[in-house]
Nanobody, 123 residues
Framework: QVQLVESGGGLVQAGGSLRLSCTAS????????MGWFRQAPGAAREGVSC????????YYTASVAGRFTISRNNAVNALYLQMDNLKPEDTAIYYC????????????????WGQGTQVTVSS
């Protein structure tokens, strides 16, 4: 059974930083496209950052490029999202996801999802 468990969310002031972690079981992150998605109240879910299985290609949505960094540690089967210079508009539930394939961005169908972790940025 595949499980993705996010952690690291919380309340932070604008300009602050958070590091999200996603620990996987039942699959090897090294073999999957991995991604971070978010959903704000009343908004559609959006792809924030995604990484190919080889880690050669990383995608960032325009609003977070230069502030967020995605990475993975295959040895501990985990995915991370370092979020710096946070803004109130980054407030959302952040989800970790995994899927097969070689597409470099966050598009397409994603097979596995975590339960999410809340990130709240105060102004």
């Amino acid at each position: 059974q595949v499980q993705l468990v996010e952690s690291g969310g919380g309340l932070v002031q604008a300009g602050g930083s958070l590091r999200l972690s996603c620990t996987a079981s039942g699959l090897a992150v090294a073999d999957y496209r991995m991604g971070w998605f978010r959903q704000a109240p009343g908004a559609a879910r959006e792809g924030v950052s995604c990484i190919t299985s080889t880690s050669y290609t990383k995608y960032y949505t325009a609003s977070v490029a230069g502030r967020f960094t995605i990475s993975r540690n295959n040895a501990v089967n985990a995915l991370y999202l370092q979020m710096d210079n946070l803004k109130p508009e980054d407030t959302a539930i952040y989800y970790c996801a995994a899927t097969r394939g070689v597409v470099a961005d966050c598009s397409g169908s994603w097979n596995y999802w975590g339960q999410g972790t809340q990130v709240t940025v105060s102004s």
